[in-house]
């Protein structure tokens, strides 16, 4: 079977003289041929090199020329990158599932503010620096984040004090973290709609109380916009304004930025809203008695232990009470749900605990579309998970997101590539009810277990079912149909 090549913009920015491919489930850069010197004396770093060793950094390698001439030579390469000599082949490391800012909670987004700013920080006794600080340079193995863009890297002008990236950075990290702060607007919204982060004039029309524009001269938020005006009047690039005579003196001036800029974000790492009683079993005891929670972990963990999926899609995972189990027998989880909060605090847990789940805030019943060319959740989904859990999320698909249930399961099937773990509620059960509200209740008077057993099998076949005591819920082990 021929390699597939396929053109994608993870995970790095446009660049004229680099492309990253898919070549047969690798991914691999072609760079051109005079950034050769650069690129050997990034990955030789030792910077690179240490961030690489504790899985900071992505792993990065030359293809040997076997595979360099099977990638170039394929007759999908792209005739428009002419000379095939004049380019070299990079493979970095995989990423299990590529995510990015406008899916993250803000938890996240501070931890990769914290790793692009120790990179920056440890670079500058080789003389290099980071020169562009955004968010999409940094991707999620797990809950651990992991810089993915070399050529992100550059060679610093010795004397020079400043850092460009600056102004990026309090767009990209500060600022919305800043308004997640003050005004709890979630950091993974902001970046839907501007991939680059909030511009201070955006910021200071979020600040429309008197007492929130009484800031201090000097904020990450007013510093760009004091900048801007600055190169504006002086039709100079203010990142040449002041070399030092001295290059010590310089790093010295970019230390005290760098430590500047790390205790502004600890001062915004997002408070903690976890109480006492948030716990797995306060949260899930309120649709379920005991002993029906009992028969459903059992059900979940007998399908996770027969079928061992590698990778597993939980949807709507609320407190990741089954995306931990799944763990347990070796899967590596990506856990959804479109409440940022519970995001945030499953994140919390899992980098504390070191678990293999990769918490994202994504609605299943409208998934995150493609943003600024970064691929959409189901097109970076799609049969990329051999189980997907569906635990007491459907019903809320039907009442709340008005999703047609054949829909709903087509979609689980397009995920998986092995089974689907389904729980049916009935339009009788309590939690139903809660949901219709002031909804015509009669509109879900077909709905039943006959009904939901007809509607999976078009995708899946029933291995088995299981009700929950005398509840008006059931669990189905679902496995997908042979195309």
């Known amino acids: 079977m021929a390699p597939n090549i396929l053109p994608t913009s993870l995970p790095s920015l446009p660049d004229l003289d680099a492309r990253l491919f898919v070549f047969d489930g690798r991914l691999i850069r072609l760079i051109h041929n005079s950034y050769m010197p650069k690129v050997q004396a990034f990955l030789n770093s030792r910077t690179v090199r240490e961030f690489t060793e504790s899985s900071r950094f992505v792993p990065t390698r030359f293809l040997d020329q076997a595979s360099r001439e099977e990638f170039l030579s394929h007759n999908s390469f792209p005739n428009r990158l002419g000379n095939k000599d004049a380019w070299i082949a990079l493979e970095h490391g995989s990423v299990p599932f590529p995510a990015s800012a406008h899916e993250w909670p803000p938890e996240m987004l501070h931890a990769a503010g914290k790793l692009t ?41 010795p004397r020079d004090p400043a850092w460009l990236a600056y102004a990026q950075f309090v767009r990209a990290f500060l600022l919305p973290l800043m308004a997640y702060e003050k005004f709890g607007l979630p950091t993974h919204q902001v970046f ?3 991939p680059g982060g909030l511009e201070p004039s955006e910021f ?41 005579k001295e290059p010590a003196d310089s790093r010295t001036s970019l230390k005290l930025l760098l430590k500047h800029l790390s205790g502004m974000l600890v001062t915004l790492t997002p408070p903690s809203r976890r109480s006492p009683r948030w716990s797995d079993y306060m949260i899930l005891q309120r649709s379920y008695t005991p002993e029906n929670l009992s028969d459903k972990e059992a059900f979940v963990q007998n399908a996770i232990a027969h079928f061992r999926p590698k990778r597993v899609l939980d949807v709507g995972c609320n407190t990741g009470h089954f995306s931990t189990l799944a763990t347990r027998y070796g899967a590596s989880v990506v856990a959804i749900d479109s409440d940022s909060l519970v995001v945030g605090e499953l994140w919390l847990r899992t980098y504390a605990e070191k678990l293999d789940i990769l918490p994202l805030v994504v609605n299943f019943s409208s998934p995150t579309p493609a943003v600024d060319g970064y691929p959409s959740f189901l097109d970076r989904a799609r049969g990329a998970f051999d189980a997907v859990l569906m635990l007491a999320v459907i019903h809320h698909m039907q009442v709340i997101g008005g999703i047609p249930l054949s829909e709903i399961l087509a979609r689980a099937a397009e ?47 029933i291995i088995a079912s299981h009700r929950l005591g005398d509840s008006h819920r059931w669990l189905y082990l679902l496995k997908k149909k042979a195309r």
């Open 192 to 194: 839907l709609t501007r």
């Open 204 to 244: 200071y029309h979020l600040c429309n109380q008197p007492q929130e524009r009484r800031a201090p001269a000097v904020t990450p938020d007013s510093l760009p916009t004091r900048f801007r005006f600055a190169v504006r009047e002086s039709g100079a690039l203010l990142h040449h304004c002041r070399p030092k």
């Open 117 to 157: 700013l120790e990179l920056a920080n440890a670079l500058l006794s080789e003389g290099r620096g980071i020169k562009d600080a955004i968010p999409y340079n940094i991707l999620f193995r797990g809950s651990e984040a992991v810089f993915v863009d070399l050529l992100s890297l550059e060679e610093r002008e």
């Open 415 to 461: 995920l998986t590539k092995g089974i689907c773990v389904a729980e049916f509620v009935g339009p009788s059960d309590p939690f139903f009810q809660s949901l219709l509200n002031d909804r015509n209740d009669r509109s879900y008077e077909w709905l039943n277990t006959q009904t939901f057993e007809a509607a999976c099998r078009r995708q899946f076949k």
